[in-house]
Structures are given as structure tokens and as C-alpha cells.
């Protein structure tokens, strides 16, 4: 599978990256117990395969892809400094789903705010937040909407609130 995932990259900003999640799931499969520096050169080398990383940003990409495997795998993460704000859609891929991401993506690019940005579309992926109807949106782990596209000059009220808060 193809699907990219936006992930945030140090002070670079978000980039998409292709595989993640396949590989997320490879890695904690196969390196269960293993030690952070061991699984982030294990995740940058195979993702390397599939994305263009050069060699001066690879330390920050190392970093980024350890930090989203310890979110996959359910890990707390250590306080990073200069934050970043975490978006998620969840849906399945309707077409509500898709128009609230598309949404998001318009809101970030409009007022030039920086965050990471995932759409969940996988049953288990979705189930874990134990809502009752998708398309659903969370803001830095805050559900904002759940069934329903919310009007832009929300969605744009909510991202800027979510990014003050993040500074």
C-alpha cells in the first residue's frame, strides 16, 4: 500500500511520508523490546527505501519516525520542546471524511499554521478512540467534532486556539 502519512519533521514542518504505518507495524512486530536508538535507525533505513531523505536531516527524520512509532505502539512520549500540534481525521474514506481533511489541509495552508496531520481510516485505528460516528476530528488528543463536517470558520477557530496553546 501507498498511503501517505504527514508526519512532523523538527523545525522543517510536516512531511508526508509513504509506508509509515506499514512499517510502524513491521518494526513493533519484529523489534518488540529493542532500544530507541536500534528501532529509529531500523525505521529510517527501511523508509529510506520508499522516501528521499538526505543525509543532513536524517538525525531529524530518525527522531520524527521514533517519535511516531512510540505513539503507534502506545508509549509515552518525553515532553518535546516547540511542540507541534497533532490533527487527526478519522473516517474510513467517505466522502465527508475526505472533505474534512481536505478542510484542514485548506485551514493550515490559508493561515500558514504547521502540525502534524493523520488520517486514521482503519477500523482498529478508529475503534481506539471509542467514538460513535465518523468523520471525526481531534486536536492535540481534544475531540472537537464527531459525525459531521464542521464549518470552516470553526475548524479555522479551533487550529489557531490549538496552535497559541502549543507555542
Not at 519516525?65 to 511542540?83: C, D, I, N, Q
Not at 475503534?127 to 486536536?139: E, K
Not at 470552516?152 to 486556539?161: G, N, S
Request: hydrophobic residues 40%; contains cysteine; aromatic residues 4%.
Amino acid at each position: 500500500m501507498n498511503e501517505v502519512v504527514q508526519v512532523r519533521i523538527g523545525p522543517m514542518g510536516t512531511v508526508g511520508i509513504v509506508g509509515l504505518k506499514e512499517t510502524l507495524a513491521e518494526v513493533a512486530q519484529q523489534m518488540k523490546g529493542a532500544e530507541d536508538g536500534a528501532i529509529g535507525e531500523e525505521l529510517l533505513t527501511r523508509l529510506s527505501r520508499r522516501n528521499y531523505i538526505s543525509d543532513n536531516v536524517r538525525d531529524l527524520y530518525r527522531q520524527a519516525f521514533l517519535r511516531e512509532y512510540k505513539k503507534f505502539v502506545g508509549e509515552p512520549l518525553a515532553h518535546e520542546t516547540g511542540g507541534g500540534m497533532e490533527i487527526k481525521v478519522l473516517g474510513r474514506g467517505c466522502p465527508q471524511c475526505e472533505r474534512l481533511e481536505q478542510e484542514v489541509l485548506e485551514v493550515m495552508a490559508e493561515t500558514g499554521i504547521v502540525a502534524d496531520l493523520e488520517h486514521v481510516r482503519d477500523a482498529a485505528g478508529i475503534r481506539r478512540y471509542s467514538l460513535m460516528g465518523t468523520p471525526a476530528l481531534i486536536i492535540n488528543n481534544e475531540v472537537k467534532a464527531v459525525g459531521f463536517v464542521p464549518p470552516r470558520a470553526k475548524l479555522k477557530l479551533w487550529i489557531e486556539q490549538a496552535a497559541k496553546q502549543t507555542k
